[in-house]
């Protein structure tokens, strides 16, 4: 069974970061994209980064470019969010997702999900 579980979320200030941890088991990690995705009852849910199987390619929205860091560690399986210079816009619950193409948004397998709340 996949399990992707998210850590790391909480409530900051303004200006601040924050580090979000998504440990994965049941899947053959280092074949898989990994991506954040970040959801809010206005927008819905939206992919703000993703890191290929081998770590050697990501992509960030626009949004969280410059400011957002993805990483992955396969011999940890584990993939990392560094997120700096945050503002009110990047609250959200913040999920991590598996799936074995790059470029895709529909992805086989998502954690439940943790709470970023930022302060102004």
């Known amino acids: 069974q996949v399990q992707l579980v998210e850590s790391g979320g909480g409530l900051v200030q303004a200006g601040g970061s924050l580090r979000l941890s998504c440990a994965a088991s049941?899947?053959?990690?280092?074949?898989?994209?990994m991506a954040w995705f970040r959801q809010t009852p206005e927008k819905g849910r939206e992919p703000v980064a993703r890191i290929s199987a081998s770590g050697i390619r990501s992509t960030y929205a626009d949004s969280v470019k410059g400011r957002f860091i993805i990483s992955r560690d396969n011999a940890e399986n584990m993939v990392c969010w560094q997120m700096n210079s945050l503002n009110a816009e990047d609250t959200a619950v913040y999920l991590c997702?598996?799936?074995?193409?790059?470029?895709?948004?529909?992805?086989?397998?998502w954690g439940q999900g943790t709470q970023v709340t930022i302060s102004s």
């Open positions: 049941g899947l053959d990690f280092s074949r898989h994209t």
């Open positions: 997702a598996a799936d074995l193409a790059y470029l895709t948004n529909n992805m086989d397998y």
